[in-house]
């Protein structure tokens, strides 16, 4: 697809159009094939790799530029690139049926494999293949949304999935040394954080070795900081508690 636009006669080609309907009418940008997606998903933060150009199209492929009146009208600004950024962010990517397949093919089998990285079997510790995770996907008749990350959905997989099989965030293990002063007061506070303690060596400091969800870090890793002023420290030993080999049904 190649066109021109009348403004400027800058020949657009290998285009992807973004269009969303707002005050009752249709407003479109061009932008590169493949940057649409990496936007939306924070990989690619440059706007003028994702644009390409900055005006604001009725009809990108008839190359009609959207009035300026109009814009005012629905966005409450002429600020153009404030415009594609919105068109951008809340928009719907016009691909054809075949290139729609492809892309949510490809994202079931990410959104498998990041699902097989975070996750094992809790009896025996051990992961999942990505067969089995999109076999099991398939089996709940997973629906992958192609307006939101594969990351986002993984998650939602994950929840899906407990429903049905046996499967749990691999567990961290993290290092952890508390100042003696505070130490018992804070592994109290880190009790309810803390899978298993596997193993407590008390010296100068108390120095413990454990199992978290991972999903509980960011809170362990707070309020070690704030409760010690910087004194106490947190390492992580392994970002998956794994037995080797892979689980299989």
Not at 58 to 83: M, P, R
Not at 99 to 118: G, N, P, S, W, Y
Not at 141 to 166: C, F, G, N, P
Not at 176 to 196: D, I
């Amino acid at each position: 697809m190649s066109i021109f636009t009348p403004t400027n006669q800058i020949r657009l080609t290998n285009v992807a159009v973004v269009r969303m309907k707002k005050g009752g009418k249709r407003f479109e940008i061009a932008c590169y094939k493949n940057k649409v997606m990496s936007w939306r998903s924070g990989a690619e933060k440059d706007l003028d790799e994702v644009l390409q150009t900055h005006s604001v199209f009725v009809n990108v492929s008839k190359g009609q530029v959207a009035k300026k009146d109009d814009l005012t009208k629905a966005f409450g600004t002429d600020d153009l690139t404030e415009i594609c950024k919105q068109i951008l962010t809340k928009g719907e990517l016009q691909v054809s049926d075949k290139e729609r397949q492809a892309q949510l093919e490809t994202m079931f089998r990410d959104i498998a494999t990041i699902v097989a990285e975070k996750c094992v079997n809790p009896d025996t510790k051990r992961p999942y293949t990505v067969s089995l995770i999109e076999r099991a996907m398939k089996d709940i008749h997973y629906s992958v949304k192609a307006s939101k990350s594969t990351k986002q959905q993984a998650l939602e997989v994950i929840r899906q999935l407990k429903e049905t099989m046996e499967i749990q965030r691999a567990h961290m293990r993290l290092r952890l040394v508390l100042p003696a002063k505070e130490a018992k007061r804070l592994k109290e506070k880190l009790k309810p954080l803390l899978q298993v303690v596997e193993s407590e060596d008390f010296d100068e400091d108390l120095e413990m070795v454990c199992l978290v969800d991972p999903g509980c870090f960011r809170e362990i890793d707070e309020l070690i900081r704030c409760e010690t002023k910087g004194r106490g420290s947190l390492e992580v030993i392994s970002l998956k508690d794994v037995e080797e080999g892979d689980e299989k049904f």
